[in-house]
Structures are given as C-alpha cells and as structure tokens.
C-alpha cells in the first residue's frame, strides 16, 4: 500500500511552484556554507603547519573539532529549532557562522585556530537541521520531494569537492586565512534572500528544551569520539579509557533521559525502525569513506607530488561532478529498483574506490586516482540522497525534525570519525617512520610531528640529506594512507552487505515495513 506523506504544519504553506524552488535554493545555500567550510581545511594544513607550527595532535584537531562540535549540537539545535523557529534559527545560525569565520581567518595561533574552528561547529549546528525539515515543509509529493533531496544531497557533496577547489586557488593568491573568508559573501546572499522567501515552520506545543540532556548529548557525542581517535592514533591511556566511559555514560543516560522525558530532544524509539537504524549507518560510513579520502588525498598531492594547491582541489573534481549526477539520479534509481539496491550499492562503490587507493605509491599517476574519486562520488551522491529520503519517508510527519537531526548527526559524525579514525592510523603509521642515518634528534622529532613539519625540517638541512628524510616521511605518509584506505574499503564493504539486509522492504515512497 502506498501512502504520500503529508507535510508539517506550519505557519506558512508555499503554494506557487516557483515560489518553493526559490525557498529551497536559500536551503541549498546553507548546506553548501557548512560542505564548503568542513573540507576547505585542508588544502590549507600545510600552509597552517609552516605560519602556526602546530603539533601532530593540534593538526588533527583542527581538521575534526568542527565535526565534534556540530555532531555534538546537532540534535539539540534540531530541538531547539522546532521551539523557536526552523527559520528563525537557520538565519541566526548563518551570521554567527559569518561572524565566527572572520575570526577563525585572522587566528594568530594554533590552539586559537582550534577555537574558532569550535565556534563554527557550534553556529554550524544552529543550520543544519532545520533544512531537510523545511524541505518536508516545502515539498509534499513524494516524487518531488525525492528530486529535492537529491539536489540537496548534491550540494552537499559538491560542497565538500568544491571547497578544495576554491580554497586552492585563494591560497595561491592570498594567506592561508583567505579560505574561511569565502564564507561571508554566501552568508550576506543567504540572509536577506532567506527572510523574505522562507516559511517559518515550527512545532506549536514543543515543551520545554532539556538543558541537561544538551549537555548528555556533547559529552556522550565528543568523549566517545576522542576515545577512538586517541585509542587509534596512541594505543590505550588513562586519557582514552576516561574519555570512553564518559562518552558511553553520557550516550547512555541521554538515551534513558529522552525515554523518560514527555518532550524529549529527539525519540529514540526511531531506532527500533529497522529502515531508519540501516539508512542512518549508511549516511554515517559513506561520508566517513569521503572525507577521510579527500583530507589525506589533499596532502598527499601537495606534500608528496608537489602539486600546488589550485592543482590539489581540482584533482578532486571527478567526485564533485560524479556526486552531483548521481545524488540528482538516486530517487529515479531507488523507484525502479529498491532503496536497498541502491545504498547497498553506493557504499560498495565508495569501498572499491578505496580498496584501488591500497595500491597507492608516491608516483601513481592520475588517471588511476581520478577514476577512483569518479567511483566514490557516484557511489556517495547514491547511498547519502537516497539514505536521506528513507529517513523522510520512515517515519510520522510529526518526527520529521528529529529524524533530520539525527541524519546529519550521522553525516558529521562521519566526517569527524573519518578523519579522526582514518587520519590516526595515517599519523600512527607515519610517526614510526625510520630517519636516515646522521639526522640531528630535533631535527627528526620535528620531521615525525606530520608531513608538513617535515618538510619544514628538511629545508635548513644540506640539500642531499633534506632530500632524504623528506623521501623517509613521504614514503611513511604513503604507507599510512595505504593502511587508511584499507580499513576504510573493509568498513564499507561489511557496510553494504548488513545495509542490503536492513533495508529490505524499504522504499523511498513508502517508508520501512514495520
């Protein structure tokens, strides 16, 4: 049997066609601010390396607080938008991101650059999810709406590509703090256009917001993943287990806490839909695959093939285009096939663009790279569009802002996991790395902080035996990043396999049998 699913209520129904489209591009423009600024990073790290000298571990976390962070407020802003306004807190939300960008740009450390980089994660979140609740507003037709979806989920994606790119060619014109100003002018169009074709959409009896399980919800949400990231880049430590336990704590009494609260921040029984539970691992993994290749794929053409960083950003864009097309195309697919086939089938395309990345060598060429960034994006655009649809369609209207809350929650968890999980094996590997014979020791504990430092290290030396360590630490980098991209290509194979068996019954139209 098939149902259409009905819209929100609202306190304003767009009701001329044209007058919709225009509504949705202000939600394009949101989602494109914060894909643009989650992947503009790191183009710019060597840059950042040499002008702020930060440490191994400053340098990752400056690439996922911003994940962290955003993971992290997700579902409370989420909350906090059906009680204020969806609109009302997209708009809030992108000034402050402008506002914290121009301070990130003008960072005079590293340790204040990690800052900045928190205060964008929290206005971040502030945007997120109200958009995919206001797409449930603005489009009614299933069929419509799977159109709508599918562009969002492009603008996502080519976001995400087309940061390097835009952040390659400011930085070879400008500083490294030029990347974050690129956000401003995306914040004044959106803005004004936004208070004048955006429909308010909110919950009209909310209850009260939980301060308390905001606070379960971060501390669940960043202890855990600090726990895996250190766990994997330096083994067990009284850090990592202390971090774990609260992570686990605070997941765990957050969950009780919603269970018991009559206006919880988001429901939790959603989980036990066997359809949702699948589509919300799949969005996980599939961007986990993603950003982990492109933020290492980014130093490794620059750092190790010398690449400049307008050539870097647009050697990634196979997966910008490929994303698109496919992400626009996955509604039309999942229709004639199923939604299992078709998020089944982009994460195993993710996985074997992966799996061709673990015969990687410092002069593979870039037909072989190309085609494999082609691969990942077209599996990304199916597996994220569609796996976004099913969340829409899986549920009762009257959960829609949850269940978009708890999707991006897992789209940033696995931007943050993927360069947290992937990116310290690549610095484990890496910091094991043997230093040719007479390196002076600062000149070696320098050149195993990252492959910047090291090159940064290199450049005071005789040119023979700079030349040397810099081909020791690139060759180690490459290891690391076969290493990455093997564990990556595993997690997304099992990913397809459990997915084709969780979405069975699913339908982008009708939702999850259940």
């Known amino acids: ?11 304003l129904e767009p009701t001329q066609n044209a007058a919709r489209w225009l509504a949705f591009c202000v939600l394009v423009l949101a989602v494109l601010l914060i894909a643009v600024d989650g992947t503009v990073l790191a183009l710019a790290t060597p840059f950042i390396s040499e002008s702020l000298k930060p440490s191994g571990p ?18 409370s802003m989420g909350s906090l938008g059906d009680r204020i306004g969806r609109k009302k807190l997209l708009l809030c939300g992108a000034v402050a991101f402008g506002l914290a960008s121009a301070l990130t740009a003008y960072a005079p450390s590293a340790e204040m650059l990690i800052a900045g980089r928190a205060l964008l994660g929290i206005a971040g979140a502030t945007l997120m999810p109200s958009t995919l609740a206001l797409i449930r507003n603005l489009f009614t037709d299933a069929r419509e709406r799977s159109l709508a979806i599918g562009i969002w989920a492009a603008a996502i994606s080519a976001g995400a590509a087309f940061g390097p790119i835009l952040g390659g060619f400011l930085l070879e014109h400008f500083w490294w703090g030029s990347v974050f100003l690129i956000n401003l002018p995306v914040m004044a169009v959106l803005v004004p ?38 766990a994997a880049a330096h083994g067990l430590r009284a850090d990592v287990v202390v971090a774990a336990l609260l992570g686990v704590v605070g997941l765990v009494l957050f969950a009780r806490r919603q269970l018991a609260l009559e206006a919880p921040l988001i429901n939790v029984r959603l989980f036990r839909n066997r359809g949702f539970s699948g589509v919300i691992g799949a969005n996980l993994l599939s961007v986990l695959g993603l950003s982990g290749l492109i933020y290492f794929l980014s130093q490794f053409f620059q750092l190790v093939q010398g690449r400049s960083p307008l050539e870097a950003g647009l050697a990634g864009l196979p997966a910008m285009l490929a994303s698109m097309l496919s992400g626009v195309a996955a509604g039309w697919f999942a229709r004639r096939t199923s939604a299992r086939a078709v998020v089944s089938g982009g994460l195993a395309l993710i996985g074997v663009a992966l799996a061709v990345l673990t015969t990687l060598d410092r002069d593979t060429g870039y037909p072989l790279l ?73 000149v070696a504990a320098g050149a195993r902080d990252s492959l910047g430092a090291a090159a940064a290290a290199a450049a005071p030396l005789p040119p023979e035996q700079a030349q040397a360590l810099l081909t020791a630490a690139q060759d180690a980098f490459v290891d690391g990043l076969r290493s990455a991209s093997a564990l990556g290509a595993a ?13 069975k019954g699913t339908s982008v139209n009708q939702g999850s049998e259940h």
């Open 1 to 11: 049997m098939t149902s259409r699913t009905q819209a929100p209520e609202s306190e």
């Open 58 to 75: 400053q340098l990752l976390w400056m690439g996922d607080i911003y994940s962290f962070v955003l993971a992290g407020l997700l579902v």
């Open 193 to 230: 256009v936004g208070i004048k074709l955006l429909p308010e959409s909110k919950d009209p009896n909310p209850g009260p917001w939980d301060l308390f399980s905001v606070v379960l919800s971060m501390v669940g949400m960043i202890g855990t993943v600090y726990a895996i990231k250190e």
């Open 370 to 442: 190309g085609t494999s960034l082609f691969v990942l994006g077209v599996g990304l655009g199916l597996a994220f569009a569609v796996a976004n649809d099913v969340v829409l369609s899986s549920v009762p209207k009257e959960q829609a802002g949850a269940a978009s809350a708890v999707s991006e929650t897992a789209y940033e968890l696995g931007m943050a996991l993927g360069i947290a999980t992937l990116g310290s094996i690549v610095t484990s590997v890496y910091q094991d790395f043997p230093v040719p014979p007479g390196t002076p020791d600062a």
């Open 491 to 503: 997690l997304l194979f099992a990913a397809a396999a459990v997915s084709w068996f969780l979405l």
